[in-house]
């Protein structure tokens, strides 16, 4: 009589932490699919990547760009034109979606094995240097928001510096995505200072409907078209929402709700956006000089207008864009690195089992924290540059994200069709000459009329 031989121990797949947390997530999934009454709570499970994804892109320096904007013109070309280019975003993002769906595989994984290691290693030391001085910038912003209250510039750091670890060590996707999703709300603070700035309203309607007035076309109206493009799509976004996805464990029946999720926060981050432009807009009707303005300067400048709960608003606004943007920004440098040189890189990960994964978000983000609290540290100088790294390295992630979105072997019935590669190539122009001219005019300054 023959024996059944079981598998050693050496041959079975050993079952970390993450994989219990992971499952036990999907199956609330496939129960809320069964359930007869489970459409809601199907889409609180799902949602997370994409609105965070685009909800963390309103950072601070994205929030001041759109305040810059509203205050140097006014209602106007700018507000519709903030919508279009979050148009622009959920058509990129969506297909990080696909790619993580289809895949199982985080952004630049799927970059090392496609295009090979020099590729791989371009697109992650990209990363890195533009998510460490993007992140730099959020300490910026958060350190002036909270200036406003008084707070002092380094228990201001050091606060968001803690809620940081706080947040990332809870070892728990699910948890991570909830409380980013709650600290992602507040970026809807922009909506009552709006309010509080007493807009016309019929103003508001025929800039919509009109685009108009439309501003002259000089240096200062160009830079500021293309700077509100920057604020819109960057290289962290693409590989933070598709590994976050593969984190959460979306599958080929999670796409709808994937596409729902980043649409919804295109819209939340547009509608945030556009609600941050108009609540500075008093200072545009008073003629106020806004060109030199930094975070809490805009909130102190707005106090006659809008009062001090407008300004307040404002300003925690400015705290709350730094401080997810940092959570987020930091965890695509880690998911990155951690995909690249294979070792674990989940946030449902045991501190034991995923420390080089911890120790790099934390460390990224100590070393931002570092930078900001340098005595004379040339900050101005600094977010300048990352403004303009940000568009020039647009280009590169756009066609990385292309070519492997168009891979059948890969990407199998959920690679793009015609119509998706016609607005995604439109895009990927439009972005591409956004950050040559950008690049161009802050280099150059000279050659755009005065």
């Given at each position: 009589?023959?024996?059944?031989?079981?598998?050693?121990?050496?041959?079975?797949?050993?079952?970390?932490?993450?994989?219990?947390?992971?499952?036990?997530?999907?199956?609330?999934?496939?129960?809320?699919?069964?359930?007869?009454?489970?459409?809601?709570?199907?889409?609180?499970?799902?949602?997370?990547?994409?609105?965070l994804v685009m909800l963390g892109e309103n950072d601070a320096p994205s929030m001041l760009s759109y305040a810059a904007t509203g205050a140097t013109y006014g209602?106007?070309?700018?507000?519709?034109?903030?919508?279009?280019?979050?148009?622009?975003?959920?058509?990129?993002?969506?297909?990080?979606?696909?790619?993580?769906?289809?895949?199982?595989?985080?952004?630049?994984?799927?970059?090392?094995?496609?295009?090979?290691?020099?590729?791989?290693?371009?697109?992650?030391?990209?990363?890195?240097?533009?998510?460490?001085?993007?992140?730099v910038t959020e300490f910026i912003g958060i350190r002036a928001g909270l200036g406003f209250f008084g707070v002092p510039p380094v228990l201001a750091v050091l606060?968001?510096?803690?809620?940081?670890?706080?947040?990332?060590?809870?070892?728990?996707?699910?948890?991570?995505?909830?409380?980013?999703?709650?600290?992602?709300?507040?970026?809807?603070?922009?909506?009552?200072?709006?309010?509080?700035?007493?807009?016309?309203?019929?103003?508001?309607?025929?800039?919509?409907?009109?685009?108009?007035?439309?501003?002259?076309?000089?240096?200062?109206?160009?830079?500021?078209?293309?700077?509100?493009?920057?604020?819109?799509?960057?290289?962290?976004?693409?590989?933070?929402?598709?590994?976050?996805?593969?984190?959460?464990?979306?599958?080929?029946?999670?796409?709808?709700?994937?596409?729902?999720?980043?649409?919804?926060?295109?819209?939340?981050?547009?509608?945030?956006?556009?609600?941050?432009?108009?609540?500075?807009?008093?200072?545009?009707?008073?003629?106020?000089?806004?060109?030199?303005?930094?975070?809490?300067?805009?909130?102190?400048?707005?106090?006659?207008?809008?009062?001090?709960?407008?300004?307040?608003?404002?300003?925690?606004?400015?705290?709350?864009?730094?401080?997810?943007?940092?959570?987020?920004?930091?965890?695509?440098?880690?998911?990155?690195?951690?995909?690249?040189?294979?070792?674990?890189?989940?946030?449902?990960?045991?501190?034991?089992?995923?420390?080089?994964?911890?120790?790099?978000?934390?460390?990224?983000?100590?070393?931002?924290?570092?930078?900001?609290?340098?005595?004379?540290?040339?900050?101005?100088?600094?977010?300048?540059?990352?403004?303009?790294?940000?568009?020039?390295?647009?280009?590169?992630?756009?066609?990385?994200?292309?070519?492997?979105?168009?891979?059948?072997?890969?990407?199998?019935?959920?690679?793009?069709?015609?119509?998706?590669?016609?607005?995604?190539?439109?895009?990927?122009?439009?972005?591409?000459l956004a950050g040559l001219v950008y690049g161009i005019a802050t280099v150059f300054p000279g050659l755009l009329p005065s």
């Amino acid at each position: 009589m023959a024996h059944t031989v079981m598998p050693s121990s050496q041959e079975l797949p050993r079952v970390t932490s993450e994989d219990l947390k992971r499952a036990r997530d999907r199956l609330r999934v496939a129960q809320a699919r069964r359930h007869r009454w489970g459409k809601l709570s199907l889409l609180w499970l799902l949602i997370g990547p994409g609105v965070l994804v685009m909800l963390g892109e309103n950072d601070a320096p994205s929030m001041l760009s759109y305040a810059a904007t509203g205050a140097t013109y006014g209602p106007g070309f700018f507000l519709p034109f903030i919508l279009v280019t979050f148009l622009m975003a959920f058509i990129v993002q969506e297909m990080t979606v696909r790619l993580a769906a289809a895949t199982h595989r985080g952004h630049a994984e799927l970059i090392f094995e496609r295009f090979g290691p020099f590729w791989g290693a371009f697109a992650l030391v990209d990363l890195a240097l533009g998510n460490l001085m993007t992140l730099v910038t959020e300490f910026i912003g958060i350190r002036a928001g909270l200036g406003f209250f008084g707070v002092p510039p380094v228990l201001a750091v050091l606060l968001a510096l803690a809620v940081i670890a706080l947040v990332v060590l809870t070892r728990r996707y699910w948890t991570w995505e909830r409380i980013g999703l709650a600290l992602a709300t507040f970026n809807l603070v922009f909506i009552p200072v709006a309010v509080l700035a007493h807009p016309d309203p019929g103003q508001l309607l025929a800039a919509f409907l009109t685009w108009q007035p439309i501003p002259r076309w000089d240096q200062t109206t160009l830079l500021l078209l293309l700077a509100d493009i920057g604020a819109t799509v960057t290289p962290w976004m693409l590989f933070f929402q598709q590994s976050a996805s593969v984190d959460k464990g979306v599958t080929g029946q999670d796409i709808a709700h994937g596409r729902l999720d980043t649409a919804l926060g295109a819209l939340l981050a547009a509608v945030a956006g556009i609600a941050t432009a108009i609540a500075t807009s008093p200072l545009f009707a008073h003629h106020v000089n806004a060109s030199s303005f930094a975070g809490a300067d805009f909130a102190r400048a707005l106090l006659p207008y809008v009062g001090r709960v407008g300004a307040s608003l404002f300003a925690l606004g400015i705290v709350e864009a730094g401080l997810l943007a940092a959570i987020t920004i930091a965890s695509s440098s880690a998911y990155a690195f951690g995909e690249v040189t294979r070792q674990p890189h989940s946030l449902n990960r045991s501190w034991r089992e995923g420390w080089p994964f911890y120790c790099v978000l934390l460390v990224a983000a100590g070393l931002a924290a570092a930078v900001v609290l340098i005595p004379n540290a040339p900050l101005e100088f600094i977010v300048l540059i990352v403004n303009v790294y940000a568009v020039l390295s647009m280009p590169p992630a756009l066609v990385f994200l292309t070519v492997l979105v168009n891979d059948r072997e890969i990407m199998g019935e959920q690679a793009n069709g015609s119509l998706a590669n016609v607005l995604t190539v439109t895009v990927t122009l439009l972005i591409c000459l956004a950050g040559l001219v950008y690049g161009i005019a802050t280099v150059f300054p000279g050659l755009l009329p005065s």
